[in-house]
């Protein structure tokens, strides 16, 4: 296992081997130990994160901050509508100069097409690490979040756990397909079971379906996808029903359009959850759209995890600041 973290971009967990995720996962929860303890933890003394929001957000925004003050560093917000790159400047330019000033850039951009692109690029530019909070593609912050949740909740061997990742009906915002898209290429490599349910036109990326395919023939988990709800929730222990774009197949920016309207049905509802597992897990990655994607005596009920889940934000962002952080230059 490659034990050197310091300086790696953290954009997908696609880019971290098993043993490096399981290397976070453990640092997490030391962590989340020392915080229940109030243990100071001040492993980034004075260091800087930058944290370009080019989007709206709760748990990131807030996971980093507390975060990086819980390691004895320093935040920096940055609402990048106030920022030169709403002039045009570009992420090398960006990327150079806040390098120079601070330890790590963490960025979301979820404009499709744009985001991954935006975050690579000040990657090539940038002397310190780049840190995804969320770009059109992927959320390894949340993945990472999300696998350790579940294992809290039923330990490290996660081998043909039944995981069904739900498409649910949503008109708040057209939401990227970064959630579904990272738990799907995270959750076969840990043998889950993974089940993708969606209406036609929410497809994932082709390269994804058969890259999660693969991940699950090697360990032995496995990866289907269906078109029927009620399938995917039939004798599952986890559910995460949640909604994402038709990006794929229709990059429109419309939040509501005949697709989505379509597929109302396609709710979380008491009876759907009850198809499931007795000890079946609910969770989201948050924010829900209640009434819409779920029914409230579902997302509050026994079964949901939703606020450990988001809890599990701050310490695994934690992780990623402290395995990465600390140095400057690469
Ligand atoms: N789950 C998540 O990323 O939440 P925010 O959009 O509030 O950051």
């Known amino acids: 296992m490659n034990s050197v ?3 790696r971009d953290f954009i997908t967990l696609d880019e971290w081997t098993k043993e490096e995720i399981d290397t976070l996962l453990e640092v997490s929860k030391d962590l989340k130990r020392d915080f229940a303890m109030n243990k100071p933890t001040p492993y980034l003394p004075y260091q800087t994160v930058f944290l370009m929001f080019f989007e709206q957000s709760t748990r990131t925004r807030n996971s980093m ?5 819980q390691l004895g560093g320093h935040a920096h917000f940055l609402d990048t509508s106030t920022m030169q790159v709403s002039h045009g400047e570009v992420a090398k330019d960006t990327a150079v100069i806040l390098s120079r000033m601070g330890h790590a850039i963490a960025c979301r951009n979820c404009f499709w097409g744009i985001g991954n692109a935006y975050l690579r690029d000040m990657a090539k530019h940038s002397a310190v690490p780049i840190l995804n909070l969320q770009d059109d593609l992927y959320h390894p912050m949340q993945g990472l979040a999300d696998l350790m949740t579940i294992q809290e909740k039923r330990g490290g061997n996660l081998k043909n756990l039944k995981v069904s990742i739900i498409w649910a009906y949503a008109t708040t915002h057209k939401k990227p397909i970064s959630v579904p898209l990272t738990q799907s290429l995270l959750f076969p490599r840990y043998g889950m079971d993974v089940t993708l349910a969606y209406p036609e036109g929410y497809d994932l990326p082709e390269w994804v379906i058969e890259k999660a395919k693969k991940y699950a023939d090697h360990t032995g988990g496995s990866f289907r996808i269906t078109h029927d709800q009620e399938e995917a929730y039939k004798d599952a222990d986890v559910v995460i029903p949640k909604n994402w774009g038709s990006w794929v197949k229709n990059p429109s920016t419309d939040v509501v359009d005949a697709g989505l309207e379509a597929n109302k049905g396609w709710k979380c509802t008491a ?54 952080m600390g140095g400057r230059g690469r």
């Open 271 to 324: 009876d759907r959850f009850a198809l499931a597992d007795r000890d079946c897990m609910y969770m989201h990655a948050l924010p829900a759209d209640r009434k819409n994607e779920v029914e409230d005596c579902v997302i509050d009920g026994p079964n949901s995890i939703i606020y450990d889940e988001a809890e599990n934000r701050l310490h695994t962002a934690k992780a990623v600041m402290a395995l990465t």
């Open 5 to 7: 973290f310091r300086g």
């Open 65 to 69: 901050e507390a975060g990086i003050t």
